[in-house]
């Protein structure tokens, strides 16, 4: 079946059509929630100017999602995925709104941060329900076609939020960011609302309990059981390897990428950066703008080659893509250059990622399929986190050093032959 074929029977199963828009609200209202904390946390002119700073905020932004993936994926395989997904969105939707309002009435206080953390924690609830639940909804054979699109329109409808948020804020001042933040909250609303358009039993599972404690009670062994599947599918398991890694070279981009924009590009020939660090939202708004659209890249040339090339054979060939765009982004200083390269590496970043959520969707029975992406978003997020601790201690000041982003570049080249050697074997292994 080809491409077109494929989009076709997509076209035909409203509920993937349904989920979707589930997913590009949520990521969307995400995006701009973000970029609302993002300019509090890495562009207001006292913080985040050092890799330590950066460093700090991440860890701030990220650590709920790494603390709350096991108890999301136990949850999930118990409790219907429609009412996690209704129930998350409408929980963020309050949490969005408290914020926006603290943010108008009494400034940036200790009260925005804990409510944002608990924001972003539910994150980790809806990200995981939505690839667990999609194959509910969609025939297994046009599967990598769905992983194309939905992951993908998902990730530039954040970044998309994200580039709102920075243009609002840009245009009305940092003291105005709660709109931003209010705006996420209708979207968390309406993606709520489009949810509880399914029926309780659509998305499975379809073994389900209703007690909180006993799930609870067994949280260890269930995301245990979870990480045995994963295990014995040995695909799945270097799939996850290769998009863990890949992450944490990703992540460090990114927080250089950070740095670059506050004490690089603003620099304005003196060497010194300037004192208003929201000076740097515009570099870095192009560079989640042109990050976006190396997604959405990703998303359509994914199915093209499908009839093709096998997801491992694609997650190899994507992560040699990465490395000759982090070989350019090492050489230069030039945002001119560094932009389209920007949109290389999130395309092939991106393509590792949907090439794994296949992998993983197609060997892990729907029965574990929810803690087996639990351990997928926290191995992501602490990809992010382990790219923090590192980036504080490696990185420079202007956030661009030669050496380092080199080296990222000879490690996404050898995080290819590892994945290529590993799933050669795998598939030794099958048809011996």
């Not at 905020?57 to 993936?69: E, H, K, Q, R, W």
């Not at 608990?118 to 046009?142: K, S």
């Not at 409808?157 to 933040?181: D, K, M, P, Q, Y």
């Not at 996420?184 to 399914?198: I, L, Y």
Request: proline share 5%.
């Amino acid at each position: 079946m080809g491409v077109a074929a494929d989009v076709r029977a997509l076209r035909d199963a409203p509920g993937f059509w349904r989920l979707v828009a589930v997913r590009l609200l949520g990521q969307g209202a995400d995006g701009a929630l973000q970029s609302g904390l993002a300019t509090l946390f890495f562009f207001s002119p006292e913080r985040a100017s050092t890799p330590a700073g950066v460093a700090a905020a991440f860890a701030v932004m990220l650590g709920p999602f790494t603390l709350v993936g096991p108890w999301a994926g136990v949850l999930l395989d118990r409790f219907p995925r429609r009412g996690v997904l209704v129930w998350s969105n409408l929980a963020r939707m309050v949490l969005a709104g408290a914020i926006a309002a603290i943010m108008a009435l009494a400034g940036v206080t200790p009260a925005i941060y804990v409510l944002a953390l608990i924001a972003l924690a539910l994150n980790r609830f809806v990200l995981a329900t939505i690839p667990a639940a999609q194959p509910r909804v969609v025939a297994p054979d046009v599967l990598i076609t769905a992983n194309s699109l939905a992951p993908t329109l998902g990730s530039v409808a954040a970044g998309g939020g994200a580039l709102i948020g920075f243009v609002v804020t840009g245009l009305l001042g940092s003291e105005r960011r709660w709109v931003v933040v209010a705006i996420a909250s209708v979207c968390f609303a309406a993606s709520a609302w489009v949810a509880g358009r399914f029926s309780r039993s659509t998305l499975g599972p379809d073994a389900v309990s209703t007690s909180l404690g006993k799930a609870l009670s067994t949280l260890m062994s269930g995301l245990a059981a979870g990480a045995r599947q994963v295990w014995r599918a040995r695909a799945a398991t270097v799939a996850l390897a290769a998009m863990a890694v890949s992450r944490v070279t990703y992540a460090l981009v990114l927080m250089a990428s950070i740095l670059m924009s506050r004490n690089l590009f603003t620099t304005a020939g003196s060497g010194t950066p300037p004192d208003d660090g929201a000076t740097g939202l515009g570099p870095f708004g192009l560079i989640v703008g042109f990050g976006a659209a190396g997604f959405a890249l990703a998303a359509v040339v994914t199915p093209v080659v499908r009839s093709r090339v096998a997801p491992e054979t694609w997650a190899v060939w994507c992560l040699a893509t990465a490395a000759i765009a982090q070989g350019v982004i090492a050489s230069t200083t030039s945002l001119t250059i560094l932009l389209p390269m920007a949109a290389l590496l999130s395309a092939g970043v991106q393509g590792v990622k949907i090439a794994a959520d296949t992998i993983v969707q197609r060997e892990v029975p729907d029965s574990h399929r929810g803690r087996a992406f639990a351990l997928y978003d926290m191995l992501y997020n602490a990809g992010f986190l382990l790219a923090a601790v590192l980036g504080a201690l490696l990185l420079p000041e202007i956030g661009h050093s030669p050496v380092i982003l080199g080296a990222l570049a000879v490690g996404y080249l050898i995080i290819a032959f590892a994945c290529g050697r590993a799933f050669a074997s795998v598939r030794s292994a099958r048809q011996s």
